[in-house]
């Protein structure tokens, strides 16, 4: 499911909102055991109102440090010891959290005693909440029958996605129809020597041209319309008829980006784009918003992170020789080169011999020691917050990119020009998503992430990024 342009899947929802009924019981179990189940204090919605600010910070912690831990990843599964681990880290840096804002804020909280007891609960009751549900899961009563028109590598893609998806376990892919415009490829798409896909034993049950008597057959409800290009007149008709008698139709790149938080780049037709939602910064009362976001973000990100950037400037000028910080020219929105500022993490003269080569992260062997480490640290990245204050980047966006591999990458990859409609950003979907790029298939696979981006941009997005960076900066460090 998709909701103010994020893909999550039911569980991830379960977990949420169970995680806020356990923190609510929690409150509850910590006065309970602190006066007394007979006390004054026993009714939960009487102990809200009088700590509503306490209530309320207790909870959000909760949920955003639950977050930072990778603790709604619908993957891992909760009755493991090291999963368990993961939960009571949460609860306990949640705790410490909760401390320090009642230490600076003394007034309106419950106290040091019930802050303990309220959290000691929850650790137990979330622990054994994610255990149920990892040990429950809930299968849909029914199951909806579905056909893919067109066959070949795009159907494979999209019933591969669907088999292996949780969120689509209501749908069961029967087959495919050929259509000879299936396999058409357009001049330039990347790679021309793709690999194939693994088998998805997807079947072929005819030609387009047979559709409602396929449908009729096996009892299709749901019909996934896998071409790029234009369709005939008479599959035009058997379409809309099929959607006359109740079954749904969809297009496979809008279900592959809806479960998969990533554009299907290669099976893109023109009008997909054309027709579906607005680009990011078009409206100008969200660019101003996005813009007014993204000042005071830098700017505090600026101040906080002064000393760090201080000590670190410090580090690459004992190290080796050259300035601290380098500038060096990219490419902004709509492709306007601007000069972007980053702490010096190679030698001075990296680049001498080999030229403009593709960077391989924390590992690059022109990398210092040094710079090592401020790679996997992202302490590199610091001083772009000064390019977002003079408007050149974003806090959220595209990778910002050299002129020398743009126009190797326009020439590749299908819709590559597209990913300069924004500013590029600090952190972006494709960063959190995909990590550092270094090849011409990796720029297409973070492309797929971008355009996502692009699409479906919103605050909660923008939020949603924010926090995946302080994740993935913690938990994943030099991805």
Not at 95 to 101: H, P, T
Not at 331 to 350: C, S, V, Y
Not at 420 to 444: I, L, N
Request: aromatic fraction near 10%; hydrophobic fraction near 45%; include cysteine.
């Amino acid at each position: 499911m998709t909701l103010f342009g994020i893909n999550y899947q039911h569980r991830q929802l379960y977990f949420l909102v169970g995680d806020v009924l356990i923190a609510l019981l929690a409150i509850r179990l910590g006065h309970a055991l602190r006066f007394g189940v007979g006390a004054q204090e026993k009714d939960l919605w009487g102990i809200v109102t009088q700590y509503t600010g306490a209530s309320l910070f207790f909870i959000s912690s909760l949920l955003v440090v639950l977050y930072l831990c990778d603790a709604y990843n619908s993957a891992l599964d909760f009755r493991r010891r090291n999963e368990v681990i993961r939960l009571w880290s949460a609860v306990v840096v949640a705790f410490m959290l909760q401390l320090l804002v009642y230490a600076a804020f003394p007034h309106g909280w419950w106290g040091r005693s019930i802050a303990a007891l309220t959290s000691l609960g929850l650790g137990f009751l979330l622990v054994g909440w994610r255990a149920l549900l990892c040990r429950i899961s809930p299968r849909p009563l029914f199951r909806r029958k579905a056909l893919v028109v067109g066959a070949g590598p795009p159907a494979q893609l999209i019933a591969n996605v669907i088999r292996s998806h949780h969120e689509y376990d209501g749908v069961y892919v029967v087959g495919s129809l050929d259509h000879p415009l299936f396999g058409h490829r357009r001049q330039g798409d990347f790679p021309a020597n793709q690999a194939p896909l693994s088998p998805s034993d997807l079947p072929v049950l005819g030609t387009a041209a047979e559709l409602k008597a396929v449908v009729a057959q096996h009892g299709i409800e749901l019909i996934i319309v896998a071409i790029r290009g234009s369709m005939s007149s008479e599959l035009t008709k058997q379409l809309l008829e099929c959607k006359a008698q109740g079954l749904g139709i969809e297009e496979m790149p809008t279900i592959y980006k809806r479960l998969t938080g990533k554009v299907p780049i290669l099976h893109l037709s023109d009008a997909w784009l054309i027709f579906g939602p607005v680009f990011s910064g078009t409206s100008r009362l969200g660019a101003a918003v996005q813009r007014l976001a993204d000042v005071l973000i830098a700017l505090v990100g600026a101040l906080l992170t002064l000393p760090v950037v201080a000590l670190a400037a410090l580090a690459v000028r004992l190290e080796s020789k050259g300035p601290a910080f380098y500038r060096q020219e990219r490419l902004g929105r709509n492709e306007h080169p601007f000069q972007i500022i980053k702490l010096r993490t190679m030698r001075q003269d990296a680049e001498a011999s080999s030229g403009a080569v593709w960077s391989q992260g924390a590992s690059d062997p022109r990398v210092t020691r040094v710079g090592r480490f401020l790679r996997r640290s992202r302490i590199d990245e610091l001083p772009q917050f000064y390019n977002v204050l003079l408007g050149d980047m974003a806090m959220v966006g595209p990778r910002p990119e050299r002129e020398h591999f743009v126009t190797q990458l326009k020439e590749r990859i299908p819709f590559y020009a597209l990913r300069f409609s924004v500013k590029p950003g600090v952190t972006g979907w494709a960063q959190v998503r995909h990590g550092y790029g270094a090849s011409e298939e990796d720029a297409a696979e973070k492309l797929c992430y971008e355009l996502y981006a692009v699409q479906e941009m919103s605050a909660t997005l923008y939020a949603l990024i924010l926090l995946k960076t302080v994740q993935t900066v913690l938990l994943r460090p030099g991805s």
